[in-house]
């Protein structure tokens, strides 16, 4: 029995945007993205029931984006709503979407996003984005759109945030070490292993017109510290970070294999087969620092609900905010760094851009590409998005053919349970020895050390987050304490010596 068209979901129009040279905003991004995906998709821009927008957290943008960008564009009777932060929020918008077009529930909605951070720095030279990101907006006045998905709030507990972990460029690097640990690399290995992957994500960036860096970088360029590529927190170098200073826009026409039909689009519908999504604990109560159960779950119940495995996959995007990010999302699949295949289909957001949340929904419109211009000689795509400091994951496969039994939003509430009982009980005072579980050394731009936190474990298997006395911080320079015995004492925050 053959699946009903109006309810097979497909991504039938695909536009993205960018901004070298004049200043711009979020919502003149996203505009000129949709006028893009109508140009790519025509016929459908009446069809549009529902326009969602990822959220804007990096730049200036108003309490109703979404509704501005509809009017722009002159739409009609169109339910307005924004997303949730986390760069998970793309593939969680088209997994929901699809999801309701296979249920009967939604006919055609666009899914849309962007960030005009390099704008905002250049009207305000001192204007910082991760300030922007973290403002508190709840008690201004005036319309607003309805807001959609999961709080990024409580990704970071009490703990991280008395230790100053309020960054992810300084604890990413943390879950750094403890994988480094388990590889058994030192910090400069562990810059070499993380330059190879990224060196060939630079070439893939230097071929992508929406790249915001359009050349091939060597693995020397990117792991050699020098005054223009400092260390950042060990091991990353300046290099190996999301690059958010830019001005990029990014549009999803979703809609059902019969309004396709219809409108003459067929032949350049990509298929939606399957999505998943699972949440990780606060950084100190996980049990993996360099690993990622939710990951893992999400992706055992995407392939699975899929039919497929990653043998069958011919395009993979994943997340790449920060190297280790990468190197999780790969490990928990299965995927070699080093696979012919690649790890990125837009050049990885150090290369490519991090336009904030809205990263994903230029990788999976490079996935979706590529499948289209395969004429079926590919056949799948995987595309992951992570929010947070690893902790929101949604994840997605794409086809260049129908599914035999439709759209599956996979159901991993059972994995999420499990998740969620085997937290660690975090404490915020101690007095006693604990083994570091995984450390960084943050560094101001002069190359000194700002910062040494660590996550670590106590004699009885409770964690504490803890900063370094200023006694040892300068000799801590070059070196990760993984695996070490310090010393623990104090509270708000607890502070460790050697």
Known sequence: MSLDPTRIPVLVGIGQSIERDGVTDAVDLATRAAMAAFEDAPGLVDKIQR???????????????????????????????????????????????????????????????????????????????????????????????????????????????????????????????????KLGSTPEESRQRIAAFMSRSSEVAAKNPFAWFQQARSVEEIAEATPANRITAEPYTKCMNSFANVDQGSALLVTSLAIAKQAGLADQSVFAWSGATNTELVPAARRELGGSP????????????????????????????????????????????????????????????????????HGIAAVALRLRESNGSARFGYVSGNGGVLSKHSLGIYGSEPPSGGFVLADTSAAQAEIDASALEVVHEANAEASVDGSTVVYDRTGNPAAAPIIASLADGRRVVAVASEEILPTLAGRTLVGETVRVTGANPPVYTL
């Open 51 to 181: 326009l969602s927008m990822v959220a804007v957290s990096f730049s200036p943008i108003g309490l109703a984006p979404a509704t501005e960008v509809s009017e722009r564009l002159k739409l009609t009777d169109v339910r307005c709503e924004a997303s949730t932060p986390g760069g998970n929020s793309p593939q969680w918008l088209m997994n929901r979407a699809c999801h309701e077009i296979a249920r009967g529930e939604l006919e055609t909605t666009i899914i849309l996003g962007a960030e005009a951070t390099r704008s905002m720095r250049i009207a305000d030279p001192d204007a910082d984005f991760l300030r922007a990101a973290t403002q508190d907006r709840s008690q201004e006045a005036g319309p607003r759109d309805e807001v959609v998905g999961a709080s990024i709030r409580g990704m970071l507990g009490p703990a991280e945030i008395e230790a100053n972990l309020l960054r992810p460029a300084d604890t990413y690097p943390i879950f750094e070490s403890a994988l480094a640990a």
């Open 294 to 361: 939710a990951i893992r779950a999400a992706a055992k119940a995407t392939f699975s609900a899929a039919g497929v495995s990653l043998d069958d996959i011919d395009f993979i995007d994943l997340y790449s905010c920060f190297p280790v990010a990468v190197e999780v999302g790969a490990a928990e699949i299965g995927l070699a760094l080093d696979d012919a295949r690649g790890l990125t289909q837009t050049g990885g957001m150090s290369f490519f851009g991090g336009p904030g949340n809205n990263y994903t929904s």
